[in-house]
């Protein structure tokens, strides 16, 4: 990591530290360990500054699984500015993904991508870029926990397709995740 990225990240962990992310229990840890964890994943995937922001505010606003903490959608514009456009859009995408339609779309595999976005109760489109980065940021925080939680079967059959059609670093990871189910 650069020092600029460096910078940026101690920035943004002082951020989300501010909004007592450090005290809110997640997965045998805090919700800011993880946070930090899926950032330094997806760095390690290869990803760059902007979808590894993305993953690090990937459930600000809380999932459809995650409530222990959900940062008011009217907030959107400030992490708009701390993380910028792109990003925050991809984090809040992940927060508005409704499971069953998003795993619909990784089965069907091929664009027109859309999903149902949770908080607005409408279909959205997707361009195929976020499509499959949101499959990047899916499946990174998943397996990130996934040793933790031992939840092994939860989207299992979505998190494999995730992970073959995104192949190189993230098949791998997902290899190398699984394999510890039977350890």
Known sequence: MSEKDEAGFRDLIDYLKGLDTDQVEHTDGTFL???ASVYRDMKAWGADEELSRAALFHSIYGTELFQKFKLSLDRRGEVRDLIGERAERLAYLNCAIHYDSFDREVE????????LDRFADKEVDLTPEDFED???????DRLEQLPRSKHWDF???SY???ADRLGGVAAEAYEKVWALETA
């Open 134 to 140: 949101l499959c990047r940021i899916q499946l990174c």
């Open 33 to 35: 360990a993880h946070l």
């Open 108 to 115: 069907r595999g091929e664009a027109p991508f859309g999903m």
């Open 160 to 162: 494999r397709r995730m």
């Open 155 to 157: 989207r299992r059959e």
